[in-house]
Nanobody, 125 residues
Framework: QVQLVESGGGSVQAGGSLRLSCTAS????????VGWFRQAPGKEREFVGT????????YYADSVKGRFTISRDSAKNMVYLQMNSLKPEDTTVYSC??????????????????WGQGTQVTVSS
C-alpha cells in the first residue's frame, strides 16, 4: 500500500504564501499522476490541480488559476503546491492523491488510488 504524506500546511494572513509538499514511501511515486484536492467540513472534495506523470501537463481549478502552481521533482520523489495570494476562502484541509494510471479524468477523486491524510491551511483576513 502506497502511503502519501503532505507537509507544509499552516496559518498565514491573506495575501501570503505557503508551499505544500507531497511525497510517498514508494519510489514509483515519481511516475504517478498526482492531484491536489481540498475539502472543507461538510462539503464535497474540491479539485485544486493535477500534474501528469511527466510533469508536462498541469491543470488547475478556475478558483486557483494564476495563484497556485503545481510542480514536481522526480529526483526527490516530491510534488509541490505553491500557493500565493492566499484568500480566507482557501482555508481548509488540502490532500494530495496519486495514481499509476496512464489515463483518466484526473479532475475527479475516484481516478486516484492513493491519498494522503491531508494538511490544514488557514488563511486569516
Amino acid at each position: 500500500q502506497v502511503q502519501l504524506v503532505e507537509s507544509g500546511g499552516g496559518s498565514v494572513q491573506a495575501g501570503g504564501s505557503l508551499r505544500l509538499s507531497c511525497t510517498a514511501s514508494e519510489r514509483t511515486f515519481s511516475t504517478y499522476a498526482v492531484g491536489w484536492f481540498r475539502q472543507a467540513p461538510g462539503k464535497e472534495r474540491e479539485f485544486v490541480g493535477t500534474i501528469s506523470r511527466s510533469g508536462t501537463k498541469i491543470y488547475y481549478a478556475d478558483s486557483v488559476k494564476g495563484r497556485f502552481t503545481i510542480s514536481r521533482d522526480s529526483a526527490k520523489n516530491m510534488v509541490y503546491l505553491q500557493m500565493n495570494s492566499l484568500k480566507p476562502e482557501d482555508t481548509t484541509v488540502y490532500s494530495c492523491a496519486g495514481t499509476s494510471a496512464y489515463s483518466g479524468n484526473f479532475v475527479r477523486p475516484p481516478s486516484y488510488d492513493y491519498w494522503g491524510q491531508g494538511t490544514q491551511v488557514t488563511v486569516s483576513s
